[in-house]
């Protein structure tokens, strides 16, 4: 598994603006197995897709079954994956170090809100702190943002959490939904690789483009298994004509 680590690590240095990492997201093994085939270096997962995939609303799954499903995604492939664990599930960081590598997770995303109000971000990094001393290089920490989501969009609180985070050990910075307009001042203000969303839609920024702006990875959260639920609907919906 260190070698896995490494493997997500290395793929987050030094690349070259307009030439972002791209990571679809697997909600299960066969749809993780169709990803690493079709020759992306890493995978991540969306809490939401899984949660959808497991017949639950976004935000809730029981931990035990979202880790469940992680292990079964790792299980599939041979490259790494980092594990979408929205707020933690409120345990305790050591707790929560254990839970991702014995599923197999070489990475992860810890969301600093929780019941959609942001938390205090002062004790987020201290948690987040504690957990990168539990993980001890063997989980790459992307640590999410939600003042886009949750907050009042100002993008200097969103520098101002990122730079806690990083403090305390995250190795990348997520704020999500954050506008495209100001990627390049959260790139300007923010130490280390930036995780943008790519939204699948005609108007939508490439991941091309959203790496210009400065994003060093790119995400695209629930949205691969929303249109292959679409699809299959289209089938079925063919299906009984």
């Given at each position: 598994m260190t070698g896995?680590?490494?493997?997500?690590?290395?793929?987050?240095?030094?690349?070259?603006?307009?030439?972002?990492?791209?990571?679809p997201g697997p909600w299960d093994a066969a749809s993780a197995r169709a990803l690493?085939?079709?020759?992306?270096?890493?995978l991540a997962t969306p809490s939401a897709g899984v949660a959808a995939a497991l017949g639950y609303a976004d935000g809730e799954t029981p931990a035990d079954e979202m880790f469940a499903a992680v292990a079964r995604i790792t299980r599939a492939v041979d490259v790494p994956v980092t594990a979408d664990?929205?707020?933690?599930?409120?345990?305790?960081?050591?707790?929560?170090?254990?839970?991702?590598?014995?599923?197999?997770?070489?990475?992860?995303?810890?969301?600093?809100?929780?019941?959609?109000?942001?938390?205090?971000?002062?004790?987020?990094?201290?948690?987040?702190?504690e957990f990168c001393a539990a993980a001890a290089g063997r989980i790459l920490l992307n640590a999410r943002v939600d003042t886009f989501v949750h907050g009042d969009g100002d993008p200097e609180q969103a520098v101002e959490r990122a730079a806690l985070y990083v403090a305390a050990g995250a190795e990348c910075v997520y704020p999500?939904?954050?506008?495209?307009?100001?990627?390049?001042?959260?790139?300007s203000g923010i130490e280390g690789p930036l995780n943008a969303l790519a939204l699948l839609t005609p108007d939508?920024?490439?991941?091309?483009?959203?790496g210009e702006l400065g994003a060093t990875r790119i995400t695209f959260g629930p949205q691969l298994q929303?249109?292959?639920?679409a699809s299959a609907a289209e089938l079925a919906a063919g299906l009984r004509q």
């Amino acid at each position: 598994m260190t070698g896995a680590v490494e493997a997500l690590r290395a793929l987050h240095v030094r690349r070259p603006q307009g030439d972002p990492l791209i990571l679809p997201g697997p909600w299960d093994a066969a749809s993780a197995r169709a990803l690493a085939e079709a020759g992306f270096e890493a995978l991540a997962t969306p809490s939401a897709g899984v949660a959808a995939a497991l017949g639950y609303a976004d935000g809730e799954t029981p931990a035990d079954e979202m880790f469940a499903a992680v292990a079964r995604i790792t299980r599939a492939v041979d490259v790494p994956v980092t594990a979408d664990i929205e707020d933690g599930y409120g345990l305790a960081p050591k707790e929560l170090v254990e839970r991702l590598l014995a599923a197999g997770a070489v990475g992860c995303n810890i969301e600093d809100s929780t019941g959609g109000a942001l938390k205090d971000p002062r004790e987020h990094a201290d948690y987040l702190a504690e957990f990168c001393a539990a993980a001890a290089g063997r989980i790459l920490l992307n640590a999410r943002v939600d003042t886009f989501v949750h907050g009042d969009g100002d993008p200097e609180q969103a520098v101002e959490r990122a730079a806690l985070y990083v403090a305390a050990g995250a190795e990348c910075v997520y704020p999500i939904m954050a506008p495209v307009a100001v990627l390049p001042l959260l790139r300007s203000g923010i130490e280390g690789p930036l995780n943008a969303l790519a939204l699948l839609t005609p108007d939508g920024p490439s991941p091309a483009a959203l790496g210009e702006l400065g994003a060093t990875r790119i995400t695209f959260g629930p949205q691969l298994q929303r249109r292959a639920a679409a699809s299959a609907a289209e089938l079925a919906a063919g299906l009984r004509q």
